[in-house]
């Protein structure tokens, strides 16, 4: 219990300031293009005693997470505490989501390499980044213009050609190139938005945090062919989703 309730405080922690079993992509048309030997130690490190040692089991999440250089992420300032247990200032008053909360999600999502991905809220891009190495073709929205364009330009500048960003608010999701096989939603609604469920495959899986300010959980919904499934997580606390959503 003291373990469980030790990880839970660090995840509710670092979603208070956050805005936010696969088969591996085989790397060949996504993901930076040189290794970056300076910080990989800090990586397994940040993989070993963060993510693994809190139950995250899949090896192509774990693999994302010890090779997407979350430090280029990271505005300078606060580059030496890229792989530190909890969220990082991002720039417009954003930050990046603490590694266990992504790692965490990702998995949830159970991605596979053929997997087409719709994200809302690009923010720094790292996230997109851990998606981008696990599925064919990842679509993000970010309703913030400058974060929309500075992840666009990063993700570029790393190699990863299998993404596309836009901005605009990301409650109609992208229609144009539903359906999704997996969704993942970085900022709390208060009730699912209606477009990303039409927009979501037969078989394929929605994460996002649900509810209203100081009373949120993170949720996973599967569409069946006759509906939806619906799975409570573990209780978080996002930002609320800006937009059509707050209306």
């Known amino acids: 219990m003291k373990c469980r309730m030790f990880w839970l405080a660090a995840v509710l922690g670092a979603l208070l300031l956050a805005p936010g079993c696969g088969e591996g992509f085989d790397g060949s048309d996504a993901g930076p293009s040189a290794a970056d030997p300076m910080r990989q130690a800090e990586r397994d490190r940040m993989v070993e005693r963060q993510i693994e040692a809190r139950g995250v089991k899949d090896p192509a999440v774990l693999r994302a997470m010890r090779h997407v250089p979350r430090h280029q992420f990271v505005p300078g300032l606060y580059a030496s505490q890229a792989y530190w247990d909890g969220p990082v200032p991002s720039g417009h008053d954003q930050m990046i989501s603490q590694p266990y909360v992504v790692a965490f999600m990702t998995e949830a999502l159970t991605l596979h390499s053929d997997d087409k991905v719709l994200e809302i809220g690009t923010g720094s891009g790292y996230q997109t980044a851990i998606l981008a190495e696990l599925a064919r073709d990842v679509f993000s929205i970010e309703i913030v213009k400058p974060l929309a364009d500075q992840a666009a330009e990063k993700l570029k500048e790393l190699g990863y050609t299998n993404v596309q960003v836009r901005a605009g608010d990301g409650y109609q999701g992208w229609p144009q190139h539903a359906p999704y096989d997996a969704i993942l939603v970085t900022a709390a609604p208060d009730h699912i938005p209606q477009p990303l469920l039409n927009q979501l495959a037969r078989g394929g899986r929605l994460i996002l945090p649900l509810g209203k300010k100081h009373s949120q959980s993170l949720v ?10 619906q799975t409570t997580l573990l ?5 609320p989703m800006t937009g059509e959503a707050g209306k």
């Open 220 to 229: 996973l919904i599967r569409r069946t062919q006759s509906g939806f499934e």
């Open 235 to 239: 209780p978080v606390a996002f930002v």
